[in-house]
C-alpha cells in the first residue's frame, strides 16, 4: 500500500532535480563570469574549481540514475499492488458486499 505513495514522492523529487539543476548551473555560471572579469578572477579560474564542477555534476547525474531506478522499482511493486486491489475488489463485487 505504500509503492504509490512513495513513487509519487520520487517522481517529484526527480522533477524538482530536473528543475533546480539548470537554475543553479545558470546562477553559478553567471556568478563565475561576473567574478573572472575583477581581481578576484583567481577564486574562480583554477584547477581546482573545475574539479569540483566536474565532481557536483558526476554527483547530481549519479544520483539523478539512482533516483530513477528507484522509481522503477517502486513502479513494479505499484502494480503489484494494483492489482491485488482489482481481485479484491473483483471479489466484494461477486459476493455483493460493495
Known sequence: MMA???RIGVDIAIGSLRKVRPV???TWCAA???VAKTNA???VCNPVVSKL???FAGATD???SKIISARNQ???KEIVELQQ???TTKKRIEEGTI
Open 53 to 55: 564542477e566536474n565532481v
Open 24 to 26: 543553479v548551473s545558470k
Open 32 to 34: 563565475k563570469t561576473y
Open 62 to 64: 549519479f544520483m539523478e
Open 41 to 43: 578572477r583567481i577564486l
Open 4 to 6: 504509490r505513495p512513495l
Open 85 to 87: 486491489q482489482i481481485e
Open 74 to 76: 517502486l513502479l513494479k
